[in-house]
């Protein structure tokens, strides 16, 4: 019995503040907290509840039956989609995966390098680098976006796979992650010891300080991942081959069909929740060595 | 003395090799791009004649008057008015859950508290797209359990996809996607607070209320004002929600935020000349508004710890 264990423990310590004696239920669990943030989470939660039955429904029941009752046509739906346009659903995953996957390992070698550079070495311009790197944060992604569609249309790049993963290598806000993580976890003394020892620089970034900046990097990986996984306004500029859209774009191009056929509304939705299904599994898989602290800067020394 | 000899060389230009990959991207996919849009914000087309056969589209200097025409489009203002009412509900909104669910966390004896954290932090890995699709489905009277229930209890249904309620039900959507992340950011400095600030305020009898207010809320002030900013930026940059509720509604322009604006300008009028005027004034009006905020952030720090 968990429950009175912790209800032993606040009475023990009740001494401290016995100025009242407070009902047995309040001292087990703070009920104001515990409500507030149950309540948070049936938010949150609700759309994906949602979408995850009306993907059960067929196109008449999604119209006719009360939403959150499921319905009988998951089967169905689920072959509508691989059927629509060959199967091109999957096709959109699988470029999502590839622009993703790819994109995030690509650019956390390039946090990697960046961020232990700008950590361990003072050079001559080492600040400026690093605030103009960060400048391209505050870059509203559109003012990037078309003169590189334009700029890679004179290169005869656009609607290619190319298109959209290279913009996306660097990223100013992993090279920051990187760059904090770097100092925080690789002394500089682990670094001038192996320089004693006569180790190129190079061997004692990927033998000394690379593996101390792993639990970092990993975060700039998911960080990096899911930034491009949600991306939509640059795909949406660069392709019009829907053969190389990613999952977003190809959501999008499906409801602006469905929007005059409400028939296609029951392959969105499925589609959606076929979606988001990955997403939560990677995320409830991941949540236990992502150090989510990493992701507002801080870091524990 | 080898050691310091050789090392000179091989230390200084080491930062730069590493730095290379970065140095390239950036040249090709920032500064490139950048200072492409601003060449453009400063040409148009020429027209002469009909416009018809080789070398009747001329490419020439526009001097202001791409911005001039920006500036003086409403389009373009009415869509900065809109996201400014929009960002009015979003950042307080956000902002405001973000904190409270952070304090609730990080008050003693919660229950459930991993479950719920991951919950409330969840729609962070889900696009804005889907998170868009999701909700739009949600506001869509024929589809919606909320619709169904307002008109089992024979309840007003208001129309959620026009007028007023629009940014209502755009706000919900942003507030949704970004109250976990931003709940996480200020959890994070909460827990980086040591006990003992607390240990003297509770022996003193203070109730959680008031830890919350007195102590908690002020420590992580500048973690507060991190969010607060990021939070800004984003919602000036708001696209892909309202382009994906956009197949939903009649009454979503093509230009609803100063985002779409220059989508619509470079793509639909294929005018890239004024989109990259307008791209540039909504780059520096980001920049300007940054680096004020963060300057007065930063004197107010300076002056709290010069009290």
Redesign the interface.
């Known amino acids: 019995m968990s429950s009175l264990a912790?209800h032993k423990a606040?009475s023990a310590a009740g001494t401290?503040?016995a100025?009242q004696s407070r009902p047995p239920l309040r001292?087990?669990?703070?009920l104001?907290?515990?409500i507030?943030?149950?309540l948070?989470?049936i938010?949150?939660?609700?759309?994906?509840a949602?979408?995850i039955i009306?993907s059960t429904k067929s196109g008449r029941e999604?119209?006719s039956t009360?939403?959150?009752l499921p319905g009988t046509g998951l089967a169905d739906n689920i072959k509508q989609l691989n059927a629509y346009r060959d199967g091109v659903y999957w096709k959109w995953m699988g470029n999502s995966a590839l622009y993703a996957g790819l994109g995030a390992l690509l650019s956390t070698?390039?946090?990697s390098?960046?961020g232990?550079?700008?950590a361990t070495?003072r050079?001559r311009g080492?600040e400026t680098?690093f605030n103009?790197?960060l400048?391209?944060v505050?870059?509203?992604?559109?003012?990037?976006a078309?003169?590189?569609y334009?700029?890679l249309a004179k290169a005869d790049l656009t609607d290619s796979y190319l298109s959209v993963m290279?913009?996306q290598?660097?990223s100013p806000y992993g090279?920051y992650l990187a760059r904090i993580y770097a100092a925080a976890a690789v002394p500089g003394d682990v670094v001038e010891a192996g320089?004693?020892d006569?180790a190129?620089?190079?061997r004692i970034?990927t033998r000394v300080a690379l593996p101390m900046m792993v639990p970092g990097l990993v975060t700039v990986f998911l960080f990096q991942f899911?930034a491009i996984?949600?991306n939509?306004?640059l795909p949406?500029?660069m392709l019009s081959d829907d053969e190389k859209f990613p999952?977003?774009?190809g959501?999008?191009t499906l409801?602006?069909q469905?929007?005059n056929q409400?028939a296609l509304?029951t392959l969105?939705?499925t589609g959606?929740f076929l979606?988001?299904l990955p997403?939560?599994a990677?995320?409830?898989v991941i949540?236990r060595f992502w150090s989510?602290?990493l992701?507002?800067g801080?870091v524990k020394s | 003395m080898t050691t310091a000899r050789r090392r000179p060389y091989g230390v200084k230009g080491a930062p730069y090799a590493f730095l290379l990959p970065a140095t390239i991207l950036f040249a090709l996919f920032f500064a490139l791009p950048i200072g492409y849009a601003v060449y453009l914000s400063f040409r148009k087309v020429h027209v002469s004649g009909l416009g018809l056969g080789s070398g009747a589209r001329k490419e020439v200097w526009a001097g202001l008057e791409n911005y001039t025409d920006a500036v003086t489009d409403n389009e373009l203002l009415d869509g900065a008015l809109r996201v400014l009412g929009y960002g009015c509900i979003v950042v307080p909104v956000m902002l405001g859950l973000a904190l409270l669910f952070a304090l609730m966390l990080d008050s003693d004896k919660v229950r459930f508290a991993p479950f719920t954290r991951l919950a409330i932090f969840l729609p962070y890995a889900i696009p804005g797209v889907v998170a868009a699709l999701m909700w739009g489905f949600l506001y869509l009277p024929d589809v919606s359990p909320f619709y169904y229930l307002l008109q089992k209890l024979h309840m007003p249904q208001p129309n959620l996809l026009d007028g007023g309620p629009l940014y209502l039900a755009m706000a919900n959507i942003a507030v949704w996607g970004g109250t976990g992340f931003n709940m996480i950011v200020i959890y994070t400095s909460l827990q980086s607070i040591p006990a003992e600030v607390y240990e003297a305020a509770k022996l003193d009898g203070a109730t959680p209320l008031q830890i919350a207010l007195k102590i908690k809320i002020p420590m992580v002030a500048p973690s507060l004002v991190l969010t607060f900013f990021f939070s800004i930026i984003a919602t000036l940059q708001v696209f892909n929600e309202p382009m994906t509720l956009k197949p939903l509604t009649n009454s979503l322009p093509l230009t609803w935020s100063p985002l779409m604006n220059v989508y619509a300008d470079a793509f639909r009028k294929g005018d890239i000349y004024q989109a990259a005027s307008e791209a540039v004034i909504i780059a520096l009006a980001t920049l300007v508004l940054s680096f004020g905020f963060l300057r007065a952030a930063n004197r107010r720090q300076k002056q709290e710890a010069t009290r």
């Open positions: 912790v606040p401290t503040g100025t001292s087990r669990i703070a104001v907290p515990t507030t943030l149950v948070g989470a938010y949150t939660l609700l759309p994906v949602w979408v009306a999604l119209f009360f939403t959150f070698v390039v946090s390098f960046s232990y550079a700008l070495y050079f080492r680098m103009v790197l400048a391209g505050l870059m509203p992604p559109i003012i990037l078309i003169p590189q334009l700029l290279l913009p290598i660097l090279v320089r004693m006569g190129s620089e190079w970034f899911v996984w949600n939509f306004l949406y500029i999952i977003t774009l959501l999008y409801l602006e469905g929007s409400p509304y969105v939705i959606a979606a988001v997403l939560i990677l995320f409830l949540q989510l602290d992701l507002s801080a």
